[in-house]
């Protein structure tokens, strides 16, 4: 009787995921490098990269965490719970650790005139949900509370509503706090419905599709002005580009829209390389380790800003950013190697930290129902 093969697994994910990083890593190479200053102009070959950039890309793995979460909702409570405050730990780690680095090398000046200072440093914003240390532990923040948002609403409510319901309740956003990333809650749980109910039905995605998508990605993300609900007006900074962490979506239709043509352009140029072994391969690596790659960047765009922000650059080509793009993504693929027991013990500092949680929540409510039955 012939053997049955286990079922091949869908690189697709994982490379557009890889893909993902590796513009967020480029995307914070180019963020420092374009602003007029010091006497120079603006570098506008370089902005308008920004700007299509950051029109789509932290959407993307919204999308991306929803494909590949389509089991969420048939998970017990603690499991789900498990997996979500893990995001959260997580930060709290990294947090840490990055207020720890800053005073050592003299960048956090406040948190080292007294002990208390310090105490407030780490714990302020781990009461708070923001304002960490290091910029991009957002993500992870509004993942946490996304996929628990997702987890509720996506077993209980057909996920096309989701996306919906929560794509219009983004209005609000500019009215609320931002504690615990609350203005990316809604944005990115209607992405993560979105790539959760992309993947129930099964899409076969063309290749071919990935360059309309992504000249319409082109096209689109200059027409943003910033303005929540006003496409002719001018708001905030020039060129005006899409900031999660701060709530600032700019022009909201037009919005989810380039966000959703931008993560289309990846995902079905990911369908066409999972066809290939070779690019298939690296870019699923790269998919598959994105998680320790962006705690990475994330030292590198928190302390190397003010580095790359004094740098005077000369004109630039083409191939001067193809080379700046290698070789900033290879030296974030070799720091990956080289700190990789460093990031293994965090992530299993995060884990233990997020089970004593879930412990100590479960315990606490079967507690509560025991005593009321």
């Known amino acids: 009787m012939p053997q049955v093969q286990p079922k091949?697994?869908?690189?697709?994910?994982?490379?557009?995921?890889?893909?993902?990083m590796m513009l967020v890593i480029y995307g914070h190479f180019l963020e420092p490098?374009?602003?007029?200053?010091?006497?120079?102009?603006?570098?506008e070959s370089a902005a308008a990269q920004w700007q299509v950039i950051y029109s789509f890309h932290m959407m993307l793995f919204f999308l991306v965490s929803g494909a590949v979460n389509v089991n969420l909702p048939k998970k017990a409570w603690p499991e789900a719970l498990r997996g979500s405050l893990?995001?959260?730990?997580?930060?709290?780690?990294?947090?840490?650790?990055?207020?720890?680095?800053a005073m050592i090398i003299g960048a956090a000046p406040d948190a080292t005139r007294s002990v208390w200072d310090a105490v407030y440093a780490i714990g302020d914003p781990i009461v708070e949900g923001y304002l960490w240390s290091i910029g991009v532990l957002w993500f992870l923040t509004s993942l946490c509370f996304v996929q628990l948002l997702a987890y509720v609403t996506?077993?209980?409510?057909?996920?096309?509503?989701?996306?919906?319901?929560?794509?219009?309740?983004?209005?609000?956003?500019?009215?609320?706090?931002?504690?615990?990333?609350?203005?990316?809650?809604?944005?990115?749980?209607?992405?993560?419905?979105?790539?959760?109910?992309?993947?129930?039905?099964?899409?076969?995605?063309?290749?071919?599709?990935?360059?309309?998508?992504?000249?319409?990605?082109?096209l689109?993300?200059?027409?943003?002005?910033?303005?929540?609900?006003?496409?002719?007006?001018?708001?905030?900074?020039?060129?005006?580009?899409?900031?999660?962490?701060?709530?600032?979506?700019?022009?909201?239709?037009?919005?989810?829209?380039?966000?959703?043509?931008?993560?289309?352009?990846?995902?079905?140029?990911?369908?066409?390389?999972?066809?290939?072994?070779?690019?298939?391969a690296f870019l699923s690596y790269v998919g598959r380790n994105s998680?320790?790659?962006?705690?990475?960047?994330?030292?590198?765009a928190t302390?190397?800003?003010?580095?790359?922000?004094?740098?005077?650059?000369?004109?630039?080509?083409?191939?001067h950013y193809i080379g700046f793009a290698i070789g900033i993504i290879a030296?974030?693929?070799?720091?990956?190697?080289?700190?990789?027991p460093v990031l293994g013990w965090i992530d299993s500092a995060a884990l233990a930290i997020s089970d004593f949680i879930v412990r100590l929540i479960t315990s606490v409510t079967g507690s509560a129902e025991a005593k009321a039955a």
């Open 86 to 101: 893990r995001l959260l730990a997580l930060a709290w780690v990294v947090h840490i650790i990055g207020v720890i680095f």
């Open 154 to 218: 996506l077993g209980r409510i057909p996920a096309l509503a989701v996306v919906l319901v929560a794509m219009v309740a983004t209005a609000i956003t500019p009215y609320l706090p931002n504690q615990y990333l609350l203005q990316t809650w809604f944005p990115g749980l209607s992405f993560f419905a979105l790539g959760f109910l992309f993947t129930q039905w099964q899409i076969r995605w063309p290749v071919w599709a990935a360059i309309p998508f992504l000249a319409a990605a082109i």
């Open 303 to 319: 302390f190397l800003f003010g580095v790359l922000w004094q740098v005077k650059w000369p004109h630039l080509t083409a191939f």
């Open 33 to 43: 490098m374009y602003p007029a200053k010091n006497g120079s102009p603006m570098i």
């Open 331 to 340: 030296a974030h693929l070799l720091v990956l190697r080289v700190l990789r």
């Open 220 to 280: 689109l993300a200059p027409l943003n002005h910033g303005c929540s609900f006003s496409f002719s007006d001018t708001c905030g900074s020039i060129p005006f580009g899409v900031r999660m962490f701060a709530g600032s979506y700019g022009y909201l239709p037009l919005f989810f829209l380039s966000s959703l043509v931008g993560s289309l352009a990846v995902v079905c140029l990911s369908a066409g390389l999972a066809r290939f072994a070779g690019p298939s």
């Open 8 to 20: 091949k697994r869908d690189a697709t994910w994982d490379i557009a995921r890889g893909i993902g």
């Open 291 to 300: 998680l320790q790659l962006f705690i990475i960047n994330g030292f590198v």
